[in-house]
């Protein structure tokens, strides 16, 4: 799937092993958001004004925005960029250059190995007013519209890898999690806690959740998904999967081998399918959609 800011994303085969966040990627959480794990990640990227309570380990780079709090240790592979106000109740220790801004605090200190840069912002920011006022006493507007487009536009983008995890902005995971938009995880993935979600989830087959799902939205869980706790949401698609609580919706479609222990609810009625079924329904939208048509001509080409 493309890159979605409103959705949290846990890439295929990411381990929540007790208090611990394994991803075999890039760690991406957004602005204001709360992580009650430890992050074990390639490279770790959190917003302004993020909350880690607990440590963060990475095999290569490190990048905190403005007023994050850190409670833990960073262990870093690469180089580390910790921006103004930002407070580490921990150890911050890297094997690259260390680029830190103002004011911040690292209470159990720092190791480098690399270069180590220290911001001091104001005296630059000072140095660019004092300059274009210069310029607008000498009729320079021009010049000055210019330059503050260029400051405007002249944004850092880091690329990320294909495979990353990604909270979005106000969000918060733990044993409770409350998640400002989508969810949607990958394959065979082990994922903790109980998320109340702001739109649909979605989550691919061989997946295990230990807690509980309720969506705003629909609800899709695919073949050998494992549950331990309820499913609530509106329109719920359920494959081969086994759920240890209750189920309820709106309209629930479930395959007629799924194992649930709970009770099953839905205003609207419960559809049963099997397999057969199933491919049928995609034969009849792959015709309506005139692709077997398109198959069946190349074939004879």
Same mark, same amino acid.
């Given at each position: 799937?493309? *890159?979605?800011?409103? +959705?949290?994303? /846990?890439?295929?085969?990411?381990?929540?092993?007790?208090?611990?966040?394994?991803?075999? #990627?890039?760690?991406?959480?957004?602005?204001?958001?709360?992580?009650?794990?430890?992050?074990?990640?390639?490279? *770790? *990227?959190?917003?302004?004004?993020?909350?880690?309570?607990?440590?963060?380990? +990475?095999?290569?780079?490190?990048?905190?925005? &403005?007023?994050? /709090?850190?409670?833990?240790?960073?262990?870093?592979?690469?180089?580390?960029?910790?921006?103004?106000? +930002?407070?580490?109740?921990?150890?911050?220790?890297?094997?690259?250059?260390?680029?830190?801004? @103002?004011?911040?605090?690292?209470?159990?200190? $720092?190791?480098?190995?690399?270069?180590?840069?220290?911001?001091?912002?104001?005296?630059?920011?000072?140095?660019? &007013?004092?300059?274009?006022?210069?310029?607008?006493?000498?009729?320079?507007?021009?010049?000055?519209?210019?330059?503050?487009?260029?400051? @405007?536009?002249?944004?850092?983008?880091?690329?990320?890898?294909?495979?990353? =995890? *990604?909270?979005?902005?106000?969000?918060?995971?733990?044993? @409770? !999690?409350?998640?400002?938009?989508?969810?949607?995880?990958?394959?065979?993935?082990?994922?903790? #806690?109980?998320?109340?979600?702001?739109?649909?989830?979605?989550?691919?087959?061989?997946?295990?959740?230990?807690?509980?799902?309720?969506?705003?939205?629909?609800? +899709?869980?695919?073949?050998?998904?494992?549950?331990?706790?309820?499913?609530?949401?509106?329109?719920?698609?359920?494959?081969? !999967?086994?759920?240890?609580?209750?189920?309820?919706?709106?309209?629930? %479609?479930? $395959?007629?081998?799924?194992?649930?222990?709970?009770?099953?609810?839905?205003? %609207?009625?419960?559809? =049963?399918?099997?397999?057969?079924?199933?491919?049928?329904?995609?034969?009849?939208?792959?015709?309506?959609?005139?692709?077997?048509?398109?198959? %069946?001509?190349?074939?004879?080409?």
């Amino acid at each position: 799937m493309g *890159f979605d800011r409103k +959705t949290y994303i /846990v890439p295929d085969n990411t381990n929540f092993d007790g208090k611990t966040i394994r991803v075999d #990627g890039d760690v991406v959480v957004g602005n204001a958001c709360t992580v009650d794990f430890n992050i074990e990640a390639e490279r *770790f *990227f959190a917003g302004e004004r993020a909350k880690i309570n607990g440590n963060i380990t +990475t095999k290569s780079d490190v990048r905190i925005d &403005l007023f994050s /709090v850190i409670n833990g240790n960073i262990s870093c592979g690469g180089n580390a960029y910790i921006a103004d106000g +930002t407070e580490i109740n921990g150890k911050l220790s890297l094997k690259g250059d260390l680029d830190v801004g @103002d004011n911040v605090e690292i209470r159990d200190g $720092f190791e480098a190995k690399g270069w180590i840069n220290i911001r001091s912002p104001i005296p630059m920011v000072i140095y660019v &007013l004092l300059y274009l006022l210069e310029l607008l006493k000498r009729g320079h507007s021009e010049e000055v519209e210019r330059i503050l487009q260029e400051l @405007d536009s002249n944004e850092d983008i880091i690329s990320i890898s294909e495979k990353y =995890f *990604f909270l979005p902005n106000s969000s918060s995971i733990g044993n @409770d !999690c409350a998640i400002n938009g989508r969810l949607h995880i990958g394959k065979n993935c082990v994922v903790n #806690g109980n998320h109340k979600v702001k739109g649909n989830i979605v989550v691919e087959e061989g997946s295990t959740i230990y807690g509980s799902l309720k969506a705003s939205g629909n609800v +899709t869980l695919e073949n050998n998904v494992k549950v331990e706790g309820n499913v609530e949401g509106e329109m719920i698609k359920i494959g081969l !999967c086994n759920i240890a609580g209750d189920v309820s919706g709106k309209k629930i %479609e479930i $395959f007629k081998n799924a194992n649930v222990l709970g009770v099953v609810k839905a205003a %609207e009625g419960i559809q =049963f399918f099997d397999s057969k079924r199933k491919k049928m329904k995609k034969k009849v939208e792959r015709f309506k959609e005139k692709v077997d048509i398109v198959d %069946e001509v190349a074939e004879l080409l």
